[in-house]
């Protein structure tokens, strides 16, 4: 018994003509005869009296109407009850990734990992937002983000995924800096104003530079600042210099000299960055992101 016979059963039934019930369900009217004539071949059954312009239900045909509606109306039913499932399943096994870390040309290979992972896992919904590193790693730490670009440390509950390599180096107006100049020697600094951001003392970064010029210093010329735009501002307009990543210096114009720190080890300016991520991190997503990028770099 297929559905489309007690389609034309009940169109027929509550129509009680062949012709009606036909236009009804826009079919023909010998098809809607067809439909019927199989139904009660198929059942053994006569379920309308038919008469000469007069159509009507006989007995057997009341009692089996309502049967065909309950039969109708469960698919129908049950037709819903599985698309809700699949919705349902569909939108508790989607997964998010949520990626903290600073937006910058230097970083463009983090962006362009990201941007590979989202294409080939695209069940996965990236969003990402704008920090630095100590921000970064706060964030994986209260749960805002799932992972956090950063110096790689040894911060308590933080695994590490290593992203790339870079180092400090110093920022210089071009104006107030030999053409031939290759690197500098902070100890030829000493009486030129650095240029610092105003970080508190516990950020990862700021005691990373504070160990590199042995800070604090008596009598150091610096002028202090709240933004990296300001940093280079002043840059541009006095002989001043800065020190900072260079992945983030980079992104700025061409007046600025990024120098090698020459009186310090590699050691010293050595900047290990990766992906922090909770050690109590469970989520496939998660574990997918971490053995993509094992994989990959």
């Given at each position: 018994m297929n559905f489309e016979k007690l389609w034309c059963f009940i169109a027929v039934a509550e129509n009680k003509n062949f012709t009606r019930a036909a236009k009804k369900l826009f079919m023909t009217q010998p098809a809607v005869s067809f439909q019927i004539q199989a139904l009660e071949k198929e059942l053994g059954l006569t379920l309308f009296n038919r008469e000469y312009h007069c159509i009507s239900l006989t007995s057997t045909g009341r009692k089996f109407l309502p049967i065909a509606k309950k039969i109708l109306a469960d698919y129908d039913q049950g037709t819903k009850n599985l698309k809700t499932n699949i919705a349902t399943k569909a939108s508790t096994q989607k997964q998010f990734l949520r990626f903290g870390y600073y937006f910058s040309p230097g970083f463009a290979p983090i962006t362009q990992s990201i941007t590979k992972f989202a294409e080939k896992f695209e069940t996965i919904q990236i969003t990402t937002s704008k920090s630095t590193g100590t921000e970064a790693l706060q964030a994986v730490k209260s749960g805002n983000v799932d992972f956090g670009l950063s110096l790689i440390n040894d911060t308590s509950d933080i695994n590490w995924i290593p992203a790339l390599e870079d180092r400090f180096i110093i920022i210089k107006n071009k104006r107030w800096t030999r053409s031939d100049q290759k690197e500098t020697k902070l100890s030829d600094l000493e009486n030129t104003s650095r240029i610092r951001l105003d970080l508190k003392a516990d950020d990862i970064f700021q005691k990373l530079e504070n160990n590199i010029l042995n800070y604090p210093k008596k009598n150091e010329k610096t002028i202090q600042v709240s933004s990296r735009e300001s940093m280079f501002a002043n840059l541009a307009?006095?002989?001043?210099?800065?020190?900072?990543?260079?992945?983030?210096?980079?992104?700025?114009?061409?007046?600025?000299?990024?120098?090698?720190i020459a009186d310090r080890s590699k050691r010293e300016t050595n900047i290990p960055i990766g992906w922090a991520f909770s050690t109590h991190a469970s989520k496939s997503a998660i574990l997918a992101f971490k053995k993509f990028i094992q994989t990959t770099v």
């Open positions: 307009q006095r002989n001043s210099f800065a020190i900072l990543p260079e992945l983030v210096a980079k992104q700025n114009d061409d007046n600025l000299a990024i120098l090698p």
